[in-house]
T-cell receptor, first 114, second 112 residues
Framework: NAGVTQTPKFQVLKTGQSMTLQCAQDMNHNSMYWYRQDPGMGLRLIYYSASEGTTDKGEVPNGYNVSRLNKREFSLRLESAAPSQTSVYFC?????????????FGPGTRLTVT | AQSVSQHNHHVILSEAASLELGCNYSYGGTVNLFWYVQYPGQHLQLLLKYFSGDPLVKGIKGFEAEFIKSKFSFNLRKPSVQWSDTAEYFCASSQSYQKVTFGTGTKLQVIP
């Protein structure tokens, strides 16, 4: 049981390049999330997917697109990377059990855009 | 929109000192509250959560938090910190299952 996995762990891009960050979970969770973490700003939600086939914008969606490929996988795409997108990106998943829930996080992708 | 405030950005303590990290949330209705920890180089892990019932919540590794509705607060406490508690701590709140709002984090450095 690997939990939430992300690839790659590190990536350096030049301005204008594109790339896709991959995320997969093996906990059979319905909901998945993409966050970015920047110093002094905590975690900010980029996009989330409540269930397979649905996606919604979070707090900072501009410059990103997502695909919920199936229940397990949720990818984040940067079409034209900008230095402002230098950040650590975390994928998370969650499931509601009764009234309770919590988010399980992946190990993160450290992205640098030069 | 919800917001979560963590007043201390960086805390330095000696081992065995007591810890209290402040957290205030903005929403006045039913809210679920969390504390997450991020050890250096690792991903976020849940320390504890509050949904209902006893406002004093106990989590892993000796941490606890108290929900005080009248003060919109959910402060994290530990009676005696260890060097291994060095990490960044995030408070979070949620009104609904789908959206969790995180605070900006508090970096705790414990000196041996």
């Amino acid at each position: 049981n690997a939990g939430v996995t992300q690839t790659p762990k590190f990536q350096v891009l030049k301005t204008g390049q594109s790339m896709t960050l991959q995320c997969a979970q093996d906990m059979n969770h319905n909901s998945m999330y993409w966050y970015r973490q920047d110093p002094g700003m905590g975690l900010r939600l980029i996009y989330y997917s409540a269930s397979e086939g649905t996606t919604d914008k979070g707090e900072v969606p501009n410059g990103y697109n997502v695909s919920r490929l199936n229940k397990r996988e949720f990818s984040l795409r940067l079409e034209s990377a900008a230095p402002s997108q230098t950040s650590v990106y975390f994928c998370a998943s969650s499931e509601k059990t009764g009234e309770a829930y919590e988010q399980y996080f992946g190990p993160g992708t450290r992205l640098t855009v030069t | 929109a919800q917001s979560v405030s963590q007043h201390n950005h960086h805390v330095i303590l000696s081992e065995a000192a007591s810890l209290e990290l402040g957290c205030n949330y903005s929403y006045g209705g039913t809210v679920n509250l969390f504390w997450y920890v991020q050890y250096p180089g690792q991903h976020l892990q849940l320390l504890l959560k509050y949904f209902s019932g006893d406002p004093l919540v106990k989590g892993i590794k000796g941490f606890e938090a108290e929900f005080i509705k009248s003060k919109f607060s959910f402060n994290l406490r530990k009676p005696s910190v260890q060097w291994s508690d060095t990490a960044e701590y995030f408070c979070a709140s949620s009104q609904s299952y789908q959206k969790v709002t995180f605070g900006t984090g508090t970096k705790l450095q414990v000196i041996p």
